[in-house]
């Protein structure tokens, strides 16, 4: 059944000035849903929604509000298969991944409902007498929140459960490409009690995006946006963000590298090499991108690499698969587009490149109606070539080698990324070493690039962001504002650092 959804503004539909067909990428003949498309007058004229609304919301106390969120873990509980399914269906994403990304938000929730009783300020000490200091964590106002679909119902969850906690008011543009789960998560918010306008939901292009938001800015209505996608679109948000003195939180894309020791145990590398660099096909921004592998176990390493690559399955993502289907055509055409950047020196040593056809099949399958490719590990890639220095989304994965632990991490900061990283040792020197020297804001030790948790912060720096951080205590300090205040109750004005006793010492005094 194809699925009709427009934009809900202050709790009404609202208009759409054109369409967008959200196909299902293992099948696409499917029309999972027609997305109605907004323009940029309705995504400002949500933002003042949302601004009306925001005012009583925060007037709301934290813990209640807290309340509301355990209120959204539980529906989206008790909706999780049927949430997870609708993200396999619209997006691709292996029914068991999908599952485990619908998890996290329970997670996310399960942290968050308790800060509603942990918004901490502090009472400070005057240098006065009779004078008492405190600090508060205020609301900012209104969130736009602009997420990716490779993660349709995980990611906003990082930005949209801390802002409501938090007393602010979102408007939330979800990818066109996975409306149906946006729209589905935006329910069960809604379900779980949030008054009209608190959270509005706005389907709309790139372009109709940006000059919403540039009129929201302008219009003083929105004073915080999270953006998750590509590093080029994320630097014209901050460079927008800029001029109106915003500092958004930008959770951007990744050239994550993998390193792996001389002493590391190859099959848990290869184990997570696999996972890192194909599983969601290859479309999360902490997929692997470079296997950085020492000279002594090069050798063993690709040999073991690419077999686990050849046997892993490619499929249903209905199925037990490793990956499904690209997410969507656009992804599908970029990612020819990267193939082209494989050379005469490089070697491709996991088998057939390109899409997934009767004519290239992989083992019986064939891909028959659907976005599948092949997965590629190109070995003999050089720090100068794009597949070294540039995010490639999609299953592809280059292999270099490397002399020295000092060598290894100077090639992994080399591509000016700094999402995720992982290396492989034995050695806790090794270990610690690597975490020092790279530059990401993410490092693993003997597990893949990828694997988030609720409890930590999730983030990058250089082309992967700027330096923001999601999830746990740290997002807090994304959507509060610190406010000081002093109560001077000593009945005289007494002036900060002029007014101040002072004690003095002996200072000539000696044993």
């Not at 184990?271 to 692997?288: I, M, P, V, Y």
């Not at 050695?427 to 990828?450: L, Y």
Request: charged content about 20%.
């Amino acid at each position: 059944m194809t699925r009709q959804i427009v934009s809900v503004v202050g709790g009404k539909d609202a208009a759409s000035t054109g369409t967008y067909a959200s196909i299902n990428p293992a099948r696409t003949s499917e029309i999972v849903a027609q997305v109605g498309l907004a323009d940029a007058g309705t995504f400002a004229d949500a933002c003042r929604t949302a601004k009306d609304a925001q005012r009583e919301w925060a007037k709301v106390p934290a813990p209640v509000r807290g309340r509301v969120i355990a209120s959204i873990g539980r529906l989206v509980e008790a909706n999780a298969e049927s949430l997870a399914r609708l993200v396999t269906r619209e997006i691709g994403k292996p029914y068991a991944e999908a599952l485990g990304e619908v998890r996290e938000i329970v997670d996310t929730c399960d942290f968050f409902l308790g800060e509603g009783r942990r918004l901490y300020g502090q009472t400070v000490p005057s240098e006065m007498p009779d004078k008492n200091l405190f600090t508060f964590r205020n609301p900012v106002g209104v969130a736009a929140v602009i997420t990716a679909g490779n993660f349709p119902v995980a990611v906003p969850s990082w930005y949209l459960v801390p802002a409501l906690l938090c007393g602010n008011a979102v408007v939330w543009k979800p990818a066109e490409y996975a409306a149906a789960s946006a729209h589905a998560l935006y329910q069960i918010f809604v379900a779980a009690g949030l008054p009209d306008g608190v959270l509005d939901i706005v389907f709309a292009d790139g372009a109709q995006t940006f000059e919403g938001l540039e009129r929201a800015l302008t219009e003083g209505t929105v004073q915080k946006i999270g953006f998750t996608g590509s590093s080029e679109v994320g630097s014209k948000i901050g460079e927008l963000a800029g001029r109106h003195l915003q500092a958004p939180c930008l959770e951007l894309g990744g050239k994550n590298p993998m390193v792996i020791m001389p002493d590391a145990e190859l099959d848990l590398a290869v184990e997570g090499a696999l996972f890192s660099g194909f599983g969601t096909a290859g479309q999360r921004c902490t997929s692997l991108g470079t296997v950085i592998v020492h000279e002594s176990v090069h050798r063993e390493f690709t040999e073991r690499f690419a077999r686990a690559v050849q046997q892993a399955e490619i499929g249903d993502p209905e199925q037990d698969v490793l990956a499904g289907p690209l997410l969507d055509q656009k992804f599908a055409d970029r990612y020819e587009d990267y193939l082209t950047w494989i050379q005469p020196h490089h070697q491709v040593i996991s088998g057939p490149v390109g899409r997934i056809t009767a004519d290239s099949p992989r083992r019986d399958f064939t891909g028959a109606g659907g976005l599948y490719y092949h997965p590629v590990v190109v070995d003999g890639v050089k720090a100068s070539d794009r597949l070294f220095l540039e995010e490639t989304f999609g299953p592809i994965v280059g292999v270099t080698t490397f002399a020295s632990l000092d060598e290894a991490i100077e090639l992994a900061n080399l591509p000016g990324y700094g999402l995720s990283s992982s290396i492989y040792t034995t050695d806790p020197k090794h270990a610690f070493r690597f975490r020092e020297g790279i530059s990401a804001g993410m490092v693993s030790v003997n597990n893949s690039t990828s694997g988030a948790e609720a409890h930590l912060p999730f983030g990058g720096n250089g082309k992967s962001g700027n330096g923001s951080r999601q999830s746990g205590m740290w997002v807090l300090d994304q959507f509060t504002r610190w406010q000081s205040m002093n109560w001077d109750h000593s009945g005289r004005l007494q002036k900060a650092q002029m007014d101040v006793a002072d004690i003095s010492p002996d200072m000539g005094f000696r044993l």
